[in-house]
C-alpha cells in the first residue's frame, strides 16, 4: 500500500516533531537559548542538507555562524544519556511490540588525523579494509512496527585504552576499557533494566563468536540468533571437541536429497530473500543452553552460489519452530538499513565532534531523527484506493429501500 502526501499530512508531520522536541528539551536544559538550537539541530538533521556538518547544519536553519550548534555539542551542560533514555521510551511507546528484537552491529565512521576520540587503523566494514576509523557499537529495535537505534556505545581500541594522557585530552572517563562485546553486553543490561519488551537478540559473527557473550544471554534467559564462525567449538557425538565446519562436512557426505529446505528470511528492497537453509541441534563446547532452551545450528546457502554458506547459532525454547529462527536470523538486516539511512540522510557519521561527550551527543540526536522518521513511518495512513477488496465487501451496507 501506498500513502496519498496531503497537505495537512506534512503540516501533522511538523507539529508532532515540535510537540516531541519540545517535550524531550524541558527537563534536558534549564535555559530557552539551548532548548531552541537544539531542535533546530534535530529540524536540520531531517532537511535535505548536502553535508550535514555545523556549518552547513546552522546555515540551513539561518544562523549566522556555527556557534550556537558547535556549542550546544561541546560546550553546554546535558546529559546524553537521558536524551537516549527518551528515545528509548518514545521507540517503545510507538513501536514497542511482543515481537520486538534487539540487533548488534557495528559502523565506522571514517576521518582524518588522530585527534578524534577512538580513531585508530581498524577495520572497517563500509570498506572492507583497514581504515583510520571509529567503530561504533550500536544497538537497534526492530518490530512488526518499525526499526531504528535505541542505543549506541564508542569502541575505544587498545591505542586508546593504553595511552592515558590521550584519554584525558578527549574526556574519556577513567572506567571506559570494555571490548565490544562487553559493550554489547552493557546495553543489553540497559535495555532489561528499562524494560524494553523483545522476544530475541541477533548480532553477525564478530559477536555471535564471543562466549562471555552468549554466556550472559544464557544467565539472563535470553533467546538469540547470532551468525557464527565455522571454527566455532561443538561436542561431537563421541563427545570430542570439533569446529562448526565439520557438521556440515558430514550432511553433504551422507548426500543432499531432502537436507536443503528453500525459505525466505524477509523482504528485501527485490522481493522475498530466499536461501536454502538447514538445521541441526548442536551442543556448544562449554556452555550449556539456559534451563529448557536448546542449541541449534542455521545453514544458511546461496542459491546463486551454493559455495555462500553462513552459519547461525540459535538459542531458543526447546521446541522452537525453525521457520521461526530462520525469520529471526533475517531481522539483523535492520539494522543495517538503519545505519545507511543514519549516515546517507541524518548525518550520523558527519561530525565534527572530537572528544568523549560531544560524540555522545551528536549521536544521539542524530538517533532521535532517525526514530522520528520511524515512527512517522509507522503512523502512515494507506491510501484505501491502493487496498485491497475486503472479502464481505458489499455485505454491510443497507439493503436498498423497496419502492413502490
Not at 19 to 30: C, D, K, M, N, S
Not at 167 to 186: D, E, L, N, S, Y
Not at 312 to 335: D, V, Y
Not at 341 to 355: A, E, H, N
Amino acid at each position: 500500500m501506498t500513502c496519498r502526501l496531503t497537505y495537512d499530512l506534512v503540516v501533522s508531520w511538523d507539529v508532532e516533531l515540535t510537540a516531541l522536541t519540545e517535550r524531550i528539551t524541558g527537563p534536558l536544559f534549564t535555559r530557552p537559548e539551548p532548548r531552541q538550537t537544539f531542535s533546530d539541530l534535530v529540524r536540520a538533521l531531517l532537511a535535505d542538507v548536502p553535508r550535514k556538518n555545523s556549518w552547513q547544519l546552522a546555515d540551513h536553519v539561518g544562523h549566522r555562524t556555527a556557534y550556537r550548534f558547535e556549542w550546544l555539542l561541546n560546550g553546554a551542560k546535558w546529559d546524553a544519556d537521558a536524551l537516549r533514555d527518551e528515545i528509548r521510551s518514545y521507540v517503545l511507546k510507538h513501536l514497542g511490540r511482543d515481537d520486538g528484537v534487539l540487533i548488534a552491529d557495528d559502523t565506522q565512521a571514517i576521518k582524518k588525523g588522530g585527534k578524534s576520540v577512538g580513531v585508530a587503523p581498524q577495520y572497517c566494514g563500509a570498506t572492507g579494509q583497514v581504515e583510520n576509523c571509529q567503530v561504533m557499537p550500536m544497538l537497534a529495535y526492530a518490530s512488526s512496527a518499525g526499526h531504528t537505534f535505541i542505543n549506541r556505545r564508542l569502541y575505544l581500541p587498545e591505542s586508546w585504552v593504553d595511552d592515558a594522557d590521550r584519554r584525558a585530552a578527549a574526556g574519556v572517563p577513567a572506567h571506559v576499557t570494555f571490548t565490544k562485546p562487553h559493550q554489547v553486553i552493557a546495553m543489553l543490561t540497559e535495555e532489561l533494566i528499562a524494560g524494553t519488551p523483545f522476544g530475541y537478540f541477533c548480532a553477525d559473527s564478530g559477536y555471535g563468536r564471543d562466549p562471555a557473550l552468549r554466556a550472559f544471554c544464557h544467565e539472563e534467559e535470553i533467546a538469540y540468533v547470532m551468525a557464527v564462525p565455522v571454527d566455532l567449538p561443538l561436542i561431537a557425538v563421541q563427545g570430542t571437541a570439533e569446529p562448526l565446519g565439520h557438521v556440515l562436512d558430514r550432511l553433504l557426505a551422507r548426500g543432499g536429497v531432502g537436507l536443503w529446505e528453500r525459505r525466505s528470511c524477509g523482504a528485501g528492497t527485490k522481493g522475498a530473500r530466499l536461501y536454502d537453509w538447514a538445521a541441526v541441534a548442536v551442543a556448544v563446547k562449554d556452555q550449556l543452553p539456559t534451563c529448557g532452551f536448546a542449541h541449534t545450528v542455521l545453514i544458511r546457502r546461496s542459491i546463486a552460489d551454493p559455495a555462500e554458506v553462513e552459519f547461525f547459532l540459535a538459542h531458543a525454547p526447546t521446541g522452537t519452530a525453525i521457520t521461526e529462527l530462520i525469520k529471526t536470523a533475517g531481522l539483523r538486516w535492520k539494522i543495517e538499513e538503519n545505519n545507511q539511512s543514519g549516515k546517507d540522510l541524518l548525518g550520523l557519521t558527519q561530525y565534527q565532534v572530537r572528544k568523549w561527550a560531544p560524540w555522545h551527543r551528536h549521536v544521539t540526536t542524530a538517533m532521535l531523527a532517525l526514530a522520528f522518521l520511524a515512527v512517522t513511518r509507522a503512523s502512515l495512513p494507506t491510501d484505501p484506493a491502493d487496498a485491497p477488496p475486503r472479502a464481505n465487501q458489499g455485505k454491510d451496507r443497507p439493503p436498498p429501500e423497496k419502492t413502490s
